[in-house]
């Protein structure tokens, strides 16, 4: 499956974007999805993920309360809707998907078979 990660943009804290991955080739509705993000010069770090079917979502303790994950099936795309937006946000945000991926790595890059090209969000204060 190939993901596209797309809505990434610069914007000031306190600001709000939403993200999308989107896939081709699959109906990405059978697929548990992850987003993660990487900031120049730290490691690649779960921000949050729905599970297939079934939808159920974990976010980050960091971001709880201000990004909201969510699936379209009939537009097979999963969102990521970041409100409050802080500097420390500021990264390249990675959509991950995984058909089989049990709960217990559900939070770790490692887990995900296939990824999009990341989309770059900037927070200025």
């Known amino acids: 499956v190939q993901l596209q990660a797309s809505g990434g943009g610069a914007v000031q804290a306190g600001g709000s974007l939403r993200l999308s991955c989107g896939a081709s080739g699959r109906t990405l509705s059978s697929y548990t999805v992850g987003w993660f993000r990487q900031a120049p010069g730290k490691e690649r770090e779960f921000v949050a993920a729905?599970?297939?079917?079934?939808?159920?979502?974990y976010h980050a303790d960091s971001v709880k309360g201000r990004f909201s994950i969510s699936r379209e099936n009939a537009k097979d795309t999963v969102y990521l809707q970041m409100n409050s937006l802080k500097p420390e946000d500021t990264a390249v945000y990675y959509c991950?998907?995984?058909?089989?991926?049990?709960?217990?790595?559900?939070?770790?890059?490692?887990?995900?078979?296939?990824w999009g090209q990341g989309t770059l969000v900037t927070v200025s204060s």
């Open positions: 729905i599970r297939r079917y079934g939808g159920s979502t």
């Open positions: 991950g998907a995984d058909k089989n991926i049990i709960l217990s790595r559900i939070r770790d890059s490692d887990g995900y078979d296939y």
